[in-house]
């Protein structure tokens, strides 16, 4: 998986409540390699999912709904500014590749095992991450990044060049959740994916004035 959470959910129904992730990003070819970190939070109840990436100035907010899946939001707060990011379908790829290996280990409390797979962004193009899933948590994708994994994802390692990201599940938190989590927050401006790109640009340089 990238940064951002696409609507290729891992939800069916039997687990509801809050997942926190921590995320590090760490350049081998950089002159003082650092790690750079953030969090991710899914909120899931049924086939309902959210997920909040970001901090104070920079949030990015995804709804999505399996029985539903190309018909989510992408919802972006930049400093204050509120866009509701319309979106293209999802194009079709071919479904990933897994390979379940041996190797296990403990997180969150859960017994996870390891898988290598190769997750195609498009024709021409891949990824190829490792992955650790759980089986004590059901799950299932309504879409292609990993379909028909064996249980439910709680870390995964993907390298970009000469980048390494490994994303990491701290805390599992069952709990209920509002249906209202779900909504769309007042306040977002529909807007293109450029529309947004000018408008922040259009700001920054105000604030430069």
């Given at each position: 998986?990238?940064?951002?959470?696409?609507p290729?959910?891992?939800?069916?129904?039997?687990?509801?409540?809050?997942?926190?992730?921590?995320?590090?990003?760490?350049?081998?070819?950089?002159?003082?390699?650092?790690k750079?970190?953030?969090?991710?939070?899914?909120?899931?109840?049924?086939?309902?999912m959210?997920?909040?990436?970001?901090?104070?100035?920079?949030?990015?907010?995804?709804?999505?709904?399996?029985?539903?899946?190309?018909?989510?939001?992408?919802?972006?707060?930049?400093?204050?500014?509120?866009?509701?990011?319309?979106?293209?379908?999802?194009?079709?790829?071919?479904?990933?590749?897994?390979?379940?290996?041996?190797?296990?280990?403990?997180?969150?409390?859960?017994?996870?095992?390891?898988?290598?797979?190769?997750?195609?962004?498009?024709?021409?193009?891949?990824?190829?991450?490792?992955?650790?899933?759980?089986?004590d948590?059901?799950?299932?994708?309504?879409?292609?990044?990993?379909?028909?994994?064996?249980?439910?994802?709680?870390?995964?390692?993907?390298?970009?060049?000469?980048?390494?990201?490994?994303?990491?599940?701290?805390?599992?938190?069952?709990?209920?959740?509002?249906?209202?989590?779900?909504?769309?927050?007042?306040?977002?401006?529909?807007?293109t994916?450029e529309?947004?790109?000018?408008?922040?640009?259009?700001?920054?340089?105000?604030?430069?004035?």
């Amino acid at each position: 998986m990238v940064a951002f959470i696409s609507p290729e959910t891992f939800t069916d129904g039997s687990f509801e409540g809050v997942i926190t992730y921590s995320t590090s990003s760490v350049n081998s070819l950089a002159a003082q390699p650092s790690k750079q970190q953030s969090t991710t939070k899914f909120y899931i109840k049924g086939s309902k999912m959210k997920t909040i990436i970001g901090g104070s100035s920079f949030i990015t907010t995804t709804i999505t709904d399996c029985s539903d899946p190309e018909n989510y939001a992408v919802l972006m707060d930049v400093n204050g500014s509120k866009y509701n990011v319309k979106h293209d379908k999802t194009p079709k790829v071919k479904d990933p590749v897994i390979n379940y290996t041996n190797e296990t280990k403990t997180i969150a409390g859960y017994t996870c095992h390891k898988a290598e797979v190769t997750v195609f962004i498009d024709s021409t193009r891949s990824i190829n991450e490792e992955v650790y899933y759980t089986t004590d948590i059901t799950s299932n994708f309504c879409g292609h990044e990993y379909k028909g994994l064996k249980g439910f994802p709680l870390e995964w390692v993907a390298k970009f060049a000469a980048t390494t990201r490994t994303t990491t599940a701290v805390s599992i938190d069952k709990q209920s959740i509002s249906n209202d989590e779900f909504n769309i927050p007042p306040g977002y401006k529909v807007v293109t994916q450029e529309e947004m790109s000018q408008d922040i640009q259009k700001n920054m340089g105000g604030k430069g004035k």
